[in-house]
């Protein structure tokens, strides 16, 4: 999944939805660096979890 992430995409966590919309800050490998409305910065393991792509139009 960390292949399509890139920095300023939209994201949600699948089992967090009180953290609010994330914008993807940084990806290296399979760490996705994420800045939550309401969680802040947090890395994601994108083999363990697959963050859900949120778009705007």
Excluded: C, Y
């Excluded at 292949?3 to 609010?20: I, N, S, T």
Aim: charged share 20%; glycine share 8%.
């Amino acid at each position: 999944m960390s292949a399509v992430l890139e920095p300023g995409m939209l994201v949600r966590h699948p089992d967090q939805a009180d953290w609010g919309l994330g914008q993807v800050q940084s990806v290296i490998g399979a760490r996705v660096t994420v800045n939550f409305e309401h969680a802040g910065k947090v890395v994601i393991d994108s083999n363990r979890i697959a963050l859900i792509l949120e778009f705007r139009v």
